[in-house]
Structures are given as C-alpha cells and as structure tokens.
C-alpha cells in the first residue's frame, strides 16, 4: 500500500513515469522518493541539508545528498535526469529562476510546487489588517518567513514564458470548500497551492 501523500505529492506521484531517475530537491524527510521507488520503480537522489531529514532518509535506504540548492547543481551533469522535483521550496531560494534554469538543464523535464500569495485569503488579511497574513497557508510572521519570493500563479507563469519554458501541465490545489469549488474557475484567486510540471521549449 502506498504511503499518505499530501495532495501535491499524490499529483506529483502521477506524472512522473515508472522506471525514471528522479532528483528530488529539498526532500525533506523522503516520503515522495521511497513512495515513488516502493511503487513506481524509480531510481534518483534526494538532495537535502536539514540534518534529521538526512538521517531519516539514510534510514529509509535513500539515496540522500547534503548540499544547500542555493549553490547550484553544478555536480550533476546535463539530463542526468528524466524528472527534476522541487515541493513548496521554489519561493524560498535566493534566485528562483536560475533555480528553474537548473533544474530543466540536469532534467528533461521538472516539476515545481509552491503557494499562491494570490490567494483570497492573502489578500483580503492585507486588505482588512493592514499586515502581512499569518495563517495555515502562510504560517509565519514577515520577520522569520523562509519565503523571500512571494509569487502567484500568474506571477510564475510570466516568468516561464520569459525563460523559454513550456508548462506541460497544471494543477491547482485548494484543501478548503469554497476554494475547491472555485478553483478551477479562478485559479489565481482560490488555488492555494500551484504544481506545475515544465519542460525546455526545443
């Protein structure tokens, strides 16, 4: 039996093909890779710098990697890769598009996930406070955020374009019931959470 995914990771399991070599960046505590190596045959490596993400991956039988995604892949060759991953980490590194870059150099293809800061509620806590939002979806104040690009979908979308990438497909994910409902009527207002698997335009 498959190991419970969040719903990013279950759409993420989807797309990436039996067999592949997968680089997953940022793995956290390795749940999509032994996931996708337990049932779907997947080859790769996790490349992580939390240290006891890193011990509970070496104890899954992962192949895990400490290195800091802000110093680029420049130890990984060019498509070494038939699927690169990141997961909710894209707005949190230094230069995200030379991030994307990489990604897609050492990959065929990658597959991204990260919040919408477009989201109603986001917007409407601003609106209505006056302050930067706190809250599920964004749980930490503006002084201790990991996040240092707030982006929305329409915000990245504008970026692929400029960097010659083509979106494969796209899915959005909203865990709440007005937002599931509406969603797909208007993405960048209720998705809460943006996957987007992408490849190089040839």
């Known amino acids: 039996m498959s ?18 070599r997968v680089l997953d ?57 038939d699927s690169v991953v990141m997961t909710q980490a894209l707005q949190t590194m230094h230069a995200p598009h030379e991030v994307l870059l990489e990604m897609l150099r050492v990959g065929k293809e990658c ?16 609106l209505y406070n006056g302050r930067m939002p706190v809250s599920d979806l964004l749980p ?16 990245f979308e504008v970026l692929c374009r400029s960097l010659d990438i083509n979106i494969l497909q796209r899915q959005v994910v909203a865990e709440r019931p007005i937002s599931k409902l509406l969603k797909d009527l208007r993405p960048n207002l209720f998705g809460e959470t943006a996957i987007y698997h992408l490849r190089k335009r040839q």
């Open 140 to 155: 930490y104040q503006w002084y201790d955020t990991p996040n240092i690009h707030f982006c929305t979908f329409k915000d």
């Open 111 to 126: 597959i991204v996930t990260f919040p919408n800061f477009g989201h109603w509620k986001a917007r409407w806590h601003l």
């Open 25 to 81: 960046l940022g793995c956290g505590d390795g749940t999509l890779m032994q996931n996708l190596r337990d049932h779907k045959r997947v080859t790769g490596y996790g490349l992580e710098i939390d240290p006891d993400h890193i011990t509970t991956c070496i104890g899954k039988g992962l192949n895990v990697i400490d290195q800091n995604l802000n110093d680029g892949l420049a130890n990984f060759a060019d498509n070494s890769f």
């Open 3 to 20: 190991l419970s995914l969040r719903t990013d990771l279950d759409v993420i399991q989807a797309w990436i093909r039996d067999g592949s």
